[in-house]
Nanobody, 122 residues
Framework: QVQLQESGPGLMKPSQTLSLSCTVS??????????WSWIRQPPGKGLEWMGA???????YYNPSLKSRTSISRDTSKNQFTLQLSSVTPEDTAVYYC??????????????WGQGTQVTVSS
């Protein structure tokens, strides 16, 4: 029922700011007690959690990316957004948005977007 869809530019030049939006349908981003996350996967590498925004608007960031990462939301559009400043080719990756749900024992990523490819190249 819940669906997430990423949108944004597929190509970026170094030093620019990446902006991606995740549109959620079938559920509200303000519903207790879900967290809404951004995760990326560079080619040939594992998943990297970037950050999240929770149901009340509190944000959390991967310390390695915090200085240039900002997550916000627009509740009227049921969207949350990722901004990553000063991008370099090392930021080339597939970017996913995902929901963190309760799970049976532990919190789990229960819904994912399809992912969107972002390539940073001069």
């Amino acid at each position: 029922q819940v669906q997430l869809q990423e949108s944004g530019p597929g190509l970026m030049k170094p030093s620019q700011t990446l902006s991606l939006s995740c549109t959620v349908s079938g559920g509200s981003i303000t519903t207790n007690y879900y967290y809404w996350s951004w995760i990326r996967q560079p080619p040939g590498k594992g998943l990297e959690w970037m950050g999240a925004i929770n149901y009340s608007g509190s944000t959390y960031y991967n310390p390695s990316l915090k200085s240039r990462t900002s997550i916000s939301r627009d509740t009227s559009k049921n969207q949350f957004t990722l901004q990553l400043s000063s991008v370099t080719p090392e930021d080339t990756a597939v970017y996913y948005c995902a929901r963190v749900g309760q799970g049976s024992v532990y919190p789990e990523y229960d819904y994912w977007g399809q992912g969107t490819q972002v390539t940073v190249s001069s």
